[in-house]
């Protein structure tokens, strides 16, 4: 194993570290590993939900390929076109 040695942290930084690790029952060496295992690799659980997000959204795509979907700036102005009609069609009542 390799040996990982990090300076100048804030006072503040290195006191909630200290808490946090207190808090799961681990030496902040041993919070130290897992605060970083977690945010380079992850957990499982983490892995496994962002597979289902994925699978989900590809299955959502094959779905609806195909159906030309109208732009977003192509709704906007067509959005923006009915308002004005409708804007325009109260002033003639007026």
Not at 6 to 26: F, I, T
Not at 35 to 62: H, K, S, Y
Not at 76 to 87: I, Q
Request: charged fraction near 40%; aromatic fraction near 2%; proline fraction near 0%.
């Amino acid at each position: 194993m390799a040996t990982l040695t990090v300076r100048n942290l804030d006072e503040d930084v290195v006191r909630r570290l200290r808490m946090r690790a207190a808090e799961h029952g681990r030496s902040a060496e041993a919070e130290h590993r897992e605060i970083l295992r977690l945010a380079l690799i992850g957990d499982d659980e983490q892995r496994e939900e962002r597979q289902r997000v994925a699978e989900r959204l590809a299955e959502f795509r094959r779905r609806t390929a195909g159906r030309g979907s109208s732009s977003t700036a192509q709704l906007l102005h067509e959005a923006r076109a009915k308002r004005m009609k409708t804007l325009a069609g109260s002033d003639k009542g007026a």
